[in-house]
Nanobody, 121 residues
Framework: QVQLVESGGGLVQAGGSLRLSCAAS??????MGWFRQAPGEEREFVAA????????YYAETVKGRFTISRDNAKSTVYLQMNSLKPEDTAVYYC????????????????WGQGTQVTVSS
């Protein structure tokens, strides 16, 4: 049974940093991604790490501020978030996919329960 468990969310001031973690159990996946959903908004892609070479992909809104990484030995994916802005406030979801190119919500098969990130101005 596949389980994705996120941790690391919280309240931070604008300009601060947080690191999210997602521990996966059950099996390994080609791609692990992070999405976020703000109140009243659609769930949107944030970042993904894919393949044996751990290629990374980012939404334009977070490029240069967020870093996704993967520790296969621990079956864990991380999202380091720096220079946080109030508009980064959302519930962040970890997701897994068997596709190498997975930039859309429907590319992902399994989801975590989400972790709240709140950035105050």
């Amino acid at each position: 049974q596949v389980q994705l468990v996120e941790s690391g969310g919280g309240l931070v001031q604008a300009g601060g940093s947080l690191r999210l973690s997602c521990a996966a159990s059950g099996r390994t996946f080609k791609t692990m991604g992070w999405f976020r959903q703000a109140p009243g908004e659609e769930r949107e892609f944030v970042a993904a790490v894919a393949g044996r070479l751990s290629s990374t992909y980012y939404a334009e809104t977070v490029k240069g501020r967020f870093t996704i990484s993967r520790d296969n030995a621990k079956s864990t994916v991380y999202l380091q978030m720096n220079s946080l802005k109030p508009e980064d406030t959302a519930v962040y979801y970890c997701a897994s996919s068997d596709k190498l190119l997975a930039g859309y919500r429907y590319d992902y098969d399994y989801w975590g329960q989400g972790t709240q990130v709140t950035v105050s101005s």
